[in-house]
């Protein structure tokens, strides 16, 4: 199960911080590459970034370079994405996702993803 959290609205050039928290048994038993993706009205989901299960990798979509970084913490099984200089454009319903994988792969596309926990509003002002 994967619970996403850290959401809401926030004017243009704010931060959020976005957590993400695994728990059950595949979790614990299986290392996972995991990513955050966000879909905004009218459009399809998008991959935003991506951490291999150990953290030495790390990869993000290009709109959000620079100013997105994710990270995780295998002790407490969360991943989290701290957003700074939060564009409108970044309006959208953020997703968490997994998959067993243990290799440094971090960049992953929707169709991939295992698992997924139910999403999180951002809405950026202008």
């Known amino acids: 199960q994967l619970q996403a959290s850290g959401g809401g609205l926030v004017q243009a050039g704010g931060s959020l911080r976005l957590s993400c928290a695994a728990a059950g048994r595949t979790f614990s038993r299986y290392v996972m590459g995991m990513g955050w993706f966000r879909q905004a009205p009218g459009k399809e989901r998008e991959f935003v970034a991506a951490i291999n299960w150990s953290g030495i990798s790390s990869n993000y979509a290009d709109s959000v370079k620079a100013r997105f970084t994710i990270s995780r913490d295998n002790l407490e099984n969360t991943v989290s994405l701290q957003m700074n200089s939060l564009k409108p454009e970044d309006t959208a319903v953020y997703y968490c996702?997994?998959?067993?994988?243990?290799?440094?792969?971090?960049?992953?596309?929707?169709?991939?993803?295992?698992?997924w926990g139910k999403g999180t509003q951002v809405t950026v002002s202008s």
């Open positions: 996702a997994a998959r067993r994988d243990g290799s440094n792969r971090a960049l992953f596309v929707p169709s991939e993803m295992e698992f």
